[in-house]
């Protein structure tokens, strides 16, 4: 008998606890599941700094000139968008709830506030640098490399703006190396963080695949209205008009068949091993390739992808990656042995534009680390200067 | 703000159709001067849709003729009810006006991109910052705050 009041009594207590443990778990509801909507509510609260002080902000930002007081006024005044980025970049999955049934309508006004915001992630990592915090910059810096994720591969646009904040994130490092350089301690961690994969891997593909659908659904005749009004916005009034008019059924079928198969042959390219002049090369001709007489060719030249140019953009971003990670292992040497090195040491990032070691030149306040090949989309060899503070 | 070579095409249009007694939807000036082929194009589209509805109508005979009736109901309907004055010629779409948004269209933002590549795009997607604004001023919100 006592026994059986024994397990009533604990059968109680343990439902007591359930119950208040239950309770407890629903007084707060849980934080958003989708980043997007955090950094929604960051765009909301976020604003441009005035036009007093926007030249000088923009100088900041670029690293071109030093912090003044109304610039420092400003970040401060805007840490509530800050903090909305920061907590949205710790939630791993983002969807911006892109309506593509728009196709080509599809607005994207979230990347003008989110460059903005960017910016101002920017300049509170170099407010940090130039008072001496160099974890909390570098933490800025990985935010802006959560953030670039985050924008991820939803639409060409995106990735392109994407790649633009993740390079803005690598350009912020090199200033806080040159400031950081005698602490192997940081340099160390950072050469871990940046050894790890991102969270979510982007790639121009999807959105390559995603438009490409877009187009296709495009080139119908029951779609003679959209179609006329992006051919409108691709080509000059005349030439426009007169696609359309030699617009029917057959031509269209062909264009769509035309235009599948150029897209996958350079997303043939873009996932193949080809080195980066071949690429691009290849990538430039597939888009120029068009027969001007043939209307179906046409409409598919004017609607295939700039992918040359994009592929460019992705090995810039690449090439200042792989710099700043070498710069790390140039400066913990001189970290470690009290000189820069006289050569580059061995099994460093590479240069993507050439696959080959970068160009290593010591200069008076540092040094500088030069691609060995032209940027064939800029026609202009990258350099990536470390000045040591 | 950095204007596309698009958007100054779509503006014209726009432009052009609202200083006409006789409004069209954007984008049709070309269409006009090529009016015969690009009906053409529309009219195939909507006549594939036609051959469907005759095809369901076929097999569902009950449904047309109480389709039918209705349609009788509805006219004399409008027989008996007084005309209405009207500001614009039947048939023809009213202008719409020009959207700001529209720099921000996906076709738009691709297009400068082509044209200019990262510096125009980006110089776009600025210029629409401002077009799109006003963003909340940093002063006013502990106001709103404090006033709440």
Redesign the interface.
Known sequence: MRTRNGIRMTGVAVALLLLVWTCGAQAIPPDPDNAALLYYQALLIHHEPNDAIASTYQDFVAGKTGPTDQIRQYVASSHAALDYATLASKVQDCDWGLPYSKGFSLLLSHLSHYRSLARLIVADARLEAHQGRYETALDRCFLLQRMADHLGDDTLVSYLVGLAVRDQSYTCMEDVIGRAWNDATLLRWLRSELANPPVRAISPVRPFQIEREIVMDLMRMERGRELASALGGELEQKEAGQIAARANEHILGRARRMYSQRVQEMLDVLNGPLSYNEAYSRLKQLKDGSDPADPASVLVGTFAPAMSRVYGSKIRTEAHANAVRAGIEICLHRSETGKLPASLPQGLPRDPFSGEDFEYRPADQGFVLRCRAKDLDRDLVHEYAFTLR | MNER??ER??DE?LRRAINTTAPEFD?E???R??AE??Q???A???G??GVKVRRVQGVYWAGSALAAAAVILVGVAILVTPPQVRDEPVGVETARAPSA?HI????????A??QG??DA??EQ??A??KT??P?????S?PLLFGRL
Do not use: C, F, N
């Open positions: 070579r698009d095409w779509l249009q984008a000036r070309w269409k001067d090529h082929a690009y053409a194009l529309v195939r589209g909507q594939v849709k948004a921000v269209s996906m076709i738009s933002l691709r297009t991109y082509r590549g990262e795009l980006y997607l600025d629409a910052l799109l604004g963003r909340p001023d940093a002063s919100t």
